[in-house]
T-cell receptor, first 113, second 111 residues
Framework: KAGVTQTPRYLIKTRGQQVTLSCSPI?????VSWYQQTPGQGLQFLFE???????NKGNFPGRFSGRQFSNSRSEMNVSTLELGDSALYLC????????????FGPGTRLTVL | DAKTTQPNSMESNEEEPVHLPCNHS???????IHWYRQLPSQGPEYVIH???SNVNNRMASLAIAEDRKSSTLILHRATLRDAAVYYC????????????FGGGTRLMVKP
């Protein structure tokens, strides 16, 4: 099976712009989660989607949003970018069953100038 | 969220066993214990998880204390490719399996 894929892998934006990141889960996985990783805060949960519905949300401002399509692919959007949004954004997919392992993609490295 | 405590770093020699400890004294009855690792420049990778009983898989073993307030990840023979940050995470059965990562343990493997 192909793993979780994320596009683009690298992105440079300027403050105030918006960005959309894409994640394709492993075939058959209907749950997609997003995480932000920074040197200062570590890995932090953003949100999880299942069946096109947001099921869980982390403690991030409303500038961070996401959605999931009927084919389970997911996008996350960050509006009005700030310097502090520079991070590695990771997507993970899993089978929607408690306790199951999550499979992470390689991430999108976002740099905000 | 229940929290975990891990040493910041550990060192091991290649081909020797490694025991990575994790304390989770406030664990609840529905929390699963997960271990993930993150190799340099990669996303986290699932290693193993368990609820109450010890678990074994091709990568590692997970030993869970009887009171579930601590656990130990055991790599039976460390290789240079095992050098990574290892995260011990508690995941509430009722919280959609959201993972709350702590600081992890950076494992260094010496040849």
């Amino acid at each position: 099976k192909a793993g979780v894929t994320q596009t683009p892998r690298y992105l440079i934006k300027t403050r105030g712009q918006q960005v959309t990141l894409s994640c394709s889960p492993i075939s058959g996985h209907r749950s997609v989660s997003w995480y932000q990783q920074t040197p200062g805060q570590g890995l932090q949960f953003l949100f999880e989607y299942f069946s096109e519905t947001q099921r869980n949300k982390g403690n991030f401002p409303g500038r961070f949003s996401g959605r999931q399509f009927s084919n389970s692919r997911s996008e996350m959007n960050v509006s009005t970018l700030e310097l502090g949004d520079s991070a590695l954004y990771l997507c993970a997919s899993r089978v929607w069953t408690s306790g199951n392992e999550q499979f992470f993609g390689p991430g999108t490295r976002l740099t905000v100038l | 969220d229940a929290k975990t405590t891990q040493p910041n770093s550990m060192e091991s020699n290649e081909e020797e066993p490694v025991h990575l400890p994790c304390n989770h004294s406030t664990i609840s009855g529905t929390d699963y214990i997960h271990w993930y690792r993150q190799l340099p420049s990669q996303g986290p990778e699932y290693v193993i998880h368990g609820l109450t009983s010890n678990v074994n898989n091709r990568m590692a073993s997970l030993a869970i204390a009887e009171d579930r307030k601590s656990s130990t990840l055991i790599l039976h023979r460390a290789t240079l490719r095992d050098a990574a940050v290892y995260y011990c995470i508690l995941s509430d059965n009722n919280a959609g399996n959201m993972l709350t990562f702590g600081g992890g343990t950076r494992l260094m493997v010496k040849p």
